[in-house]
C-alpha cells in the first residue's frame, strides 16, 4: 500500500469548510466521533480539501448520508455556487473540478 505524500497529509490535517465552524455534526450536532466528509470525491478529493468544500459529520450521519445522491448533489451545486462567487469564474472551476454541476 501507498504511503500519503507529505502534501496531502498536510491537507487533511488542516481540512476546514467554508460552510460552517467545523466543531460540531453539520446535521445533527453531535460532538461524538467527527469526520470529515470531502464534498467532491476520487481526483477532486485534494481541490475539496483545499477550497474548504468539507462537511463536519459524526460517523453516524456519514454512513447514512454517503450513498445520498440527493445530498452530495446539493453540496456540489452549493461549493460551485461558493467557488464562482468567492474565488473565480465558471471557467475557473472547470478548470479545476472538471465537471459543471449547475
Known amino acids: 500500500m501507498k504511503n500519503k505524500s507529505y502534501k496531502l ?10 460552510f460552517h465552524d467545523g466543531k460540531k455534526c453539520y ?3 453531535s460532538e461524538y466521533q467527527l469526520t470529515w466528509d470531502e464534498i467532491f470525491k476520487g481526483r477532486n478529493r485534494k481541490n475539496s480539501m483545499q477550497y474548504g468544500f ?17 445530498y452530495i448533489n446539493y453540496w456540489q451545486k452549493k461549493s460551485q455556487e461558493y467557488f464562482e ?5 465558471r471557467d475557473d472551476f472547470l478548470s479545476i473540478f472538471y465537471k459543471n454541476y449547475l
Open 27 to 29: 446535521l445533527c450536532n
Open 85 to 89: 462567487t468567492h474565488y473565480g469564474s
Open 9 to 18: 497529509a498536510k491537507l487533511e490535517r488542516n481540512r476546514y469548510s467554508v
Open 54 to 70: 468539507c462537511i463536519r459529520l459524526c460517523l453516524t450521519c456519514h454512513r447514512r448520508i454517503n450513498e445520498d445522491y440527493d
